[in-house]
């Protein structure tokens, strides 16, 4: 069984980059047709597909996003990392990590999630 873990700062200031991790076990980030995923959730909102890495290092991003993100993975540690540049408070959310067999940019179509942790941007 797949199991995700986030770990990061719980506070960012604004303009500054934050840099969340997930942790995979039970499986390869390197297995074929598998895609690695970060997706948050702002307070009071729906989940919000930010940006993923495919299991050969391909990445693909949010096109609302995109100038702000990065996805980059460690095949040593079996860890893919989000930084996502210049925040602002609207960026506090809930970040998730999690893992699908399918190029999507669905949060309904994954199947492996992280518990997801709390991001707040604030001076």
Same mark, same amino acid.
């Given at each position: 069984?797949?199991?995700?873990?986030?770990?990061?700062?719980?506070?960012?200031?604004?303009?500054?980059?934050?840099?969340?991790?997930?942790?995979?076990?039970?499986?390869?980030? @390197?297995?074929?047709?598998?895609?690695?995923?970060?997706?948050?959730?702002?307070?009071?909102?729906?989940?919000?597909?930010?940006?993923?890495?495919?299991?050969?290092?391909?990445?693909?991003?949010?096109?609302?996003? @995109?100038?702000?993100?990065?996805?980059?993975?460690?095949?040593? @540690?079996?860890?893919?990392?989000?930084?996502?540049?210049?925040?602002?408070?609207?960026?506090?959310?809930?970040?998730?990590?999690?893992?699908?067999?399918?190029?999507?940019?669905?949060?309904?179509?994954?199947?492996?999630?992280?518990?997801?942790?709390?991001?707040?941007?604030?001076?």
């Amino acid at each position: 069984q797949v199991q995700l873990q986030e770990s990061g700062p719980g506070l960012v200031k604004p303009s500054q980059t934050l840099s969340l991790t997930c942790t995979v076990s039970g499986g390869s980030i @390197k297995t074929n047709y598998y895609y690695w995923s970060w997706i948050r959730q702002p307070p009071g909102k729906g989940l919000e597909w930010m940006g993923a890495i495919s299991y050969s290092g391909n990445t693909n991003y949010s096109p609302s996003l @995109k100038s702000r993100t990065s996805i980059s993975r460690d095949t040593s @540690k079996n860890q893919f990392t989000l930084h996502l540049s210049s925040v602002t408070p609207e960026d506090t959310a809930v970040y998730y990590c999690a893992a699908t067999n399918m190029a999507t940019m669905s949060a309904d179509e994954y199947d492996y999630w992280g518990q997801g942790t709390q991001v707040t941007v604030s001076s």
